[in-house]
């Protein structure tokens, strides 16, 4: 845990971060049981790939299966994800920042919950001060190693980002195991066209999440964002003094 801690924080400045979590869909055909449950929000039939990535673009976690009209939240609240990062093994190592005590991080978006392990934007239901829009930025442009690795296994592997012409427990199988050898070409250092990710770009279709957004928080929550918004409000005074 300690050395994914330090490794993403050499690329991201940003502590106690461990990977970033999100959702992914992947077109099926029409499923022969409960066919309405997998017809999500863009109008077409899939199954949900969530997600835990690292800085290197492996996948740490996956859950596949879920129904295309889940919510994200959802899915994660009943994956097995969720009692792992509110268990013992995201209860260390901690480090106190501003007199808080922070644990592992998980980066997330709007669609969870925001709790002491994971760390998402603040809302725009009300206005934000310019340090809170500075911590946005900063977490979104942290987030985005998850959403580039979703389009590495779509570029390796093309069939993925087309109607899967099978059932869904074959869909699965085939969804895992092409999260399997895409980690297995990251540890080789596999490089992936930029041809093929720009071509995955064109032609994935985005599904964004229903207007869903999470106000739950747990614990000492708050504090650690309010922390991190510190950390990056400082780094940003810092620049601006350098140049």
């Not at 911590?135 to 442009?141: A, G, M, P, W």
């Amino acid at each position: 845990m300690a050395e994914h801690i330090w490794e993403f924080m050499a690329i991201s400045d940003l502590p106690q971060a461990v990977g970033a979590l999100d959702g992914c869909h992947f077109p099926v055909s029409l499923p022969q049981e409960h066919a309405t449950d997998y017809y999500n929000y863009k109008v077409w039939y899939s199954i949900i790939l969530l997600a835990l990535v690292d800085h290197k673009y492996r996948f740490r976690f996956i859950n596949v299966g879920a129904p295309g009209r889940c919510h994200d939240s959802h899915v994660y609240q009943m994956s097995s994800l969720s009692g792992m990062v509110e268990g013992p093994l995201f209860k260390a190592p901690i480090v106190t920042i501003g007199g808080v005590a922070v644990p592992p991080l998980v980066l997330c978006d709007q669609a969870f919950p925001l709790t002491p392990n994971l760390i998402k934007p603040f809302g725009h239901n009300t206005p934000l001060s310019a340090e809170q829009k500075n911590f946005n930025l900063n977490i979104s442009r942290v987030r985005r190693v998850v959403e580039n690795a979703f389009g590495r296994p779509k570029a390796r592997f093309r069939f993925t980002s087309k109607r899967m012409e099978c059932d869904i427990a074959n869909a699965r199988l085939v969804i895992r195991a092409c999260c399997v050898l895409n980690n297995i070409c990251e540890n080789f250092s596999d490089a992936v066209q930029l041809q093929w990710l720009q071509e995955v770009k064109q032609s994935d279709s985005p599904l964004p999440q229903p207007e869903r957004s999470s106000d739950s928080q747990i614990g000492n929550a708050v504090s650690v964002r309010s922390e991190l918004v510190d950390h990056f409000s400082q780094r940003m005074q810092t620049q601006a003094a350098r140049s």
